[in-house]
């Protein structure tokens, strides 16, 4: 379960990054910078770190036409059943709370709304894993999204959205091997 967990927050972070990468420059605020940090610890681990300002990725993210993303916009279809657009109006109207709590001998997965934000956090308990997955989506990035119309969520509007958050940590991964982190803050460097 931790596996699929994981893998959907990762699918669903994939969404996050171009959001979280856009947004002009405003007035005297200082720009925001989106950074995702991947620390690998194997015998041949790498480190990756990108740092892209967010009005840089507004900028570019409307020239990408790529599958289903156009002008800043994807289109989303069912996936696995579930209608995603329907699912973040959902939870974007919804009182705050935990909706899912789930404690298993193989791992354990929450997900609520608190204090604005979407939360997921996942943890697998089988055989001394320490895996961890934890998200933290900022609901007016979801308002923002939900902006572009049907069957389409826009992304340079989230990434608008993005901007005006604060400093704040959107996804972190951890397991025995490797962190991959990814935040937002007004640095250009991910020291």
Do not use: C
Not at 165 to 182: A, F, H, M, P, W
């Amino acid at each position: 379960m931790f596996a699929l967990v994981a893998a959907l927050l990762l699918a669903s972070t994939a969404a996050l990054v171009p959001i979280a990468a856009g947004r002009a420059a405003q007035g005297t605020q200082p720009d925001r910078w989106l950074h995702v940090r991947v620390d690998n610890q194997e015998a041949k681990g790498e480190l990756v770190r990108i740092n892209l300002p967010l009005s840089f990725a507004e900028k570019v993210l409307p020239t990408i036409k790529h599958d289903k993303l156009r002008n800043g916009k994807i289109t989303v279809d069912q996936a696995n059943g579930v209608d995603l657009r329907a699912l973040l109006e959902a939870v974007r109207t919804t009182k705050d709370g935990e909706f899912i709590t789930v404690q298993g001998t193989t791992g354990d997965v929450r997900v609520a709304k608190q204090g604005g934000y979407l939360l997921v956090h996942a943890r697998e308990n089988k055989d001394g894993s320490k895996k961890r997955v934890e998200v933290r989506v900022p609901l007016t990035v979801v308002d923002a999204l939900l902006s572009a119309g049907n069957n389409e969520l826009d992304l340079v509007a989230g990434l608008r959205a993005l901007g005006s958050q604060g400093d704040t940590e959107l996804v972190t991964v951890k397991d025995e091997k490797s962190t991959v982190r990814i935040w937002l803050d007004s640095r250009s460097t991910s020291d």
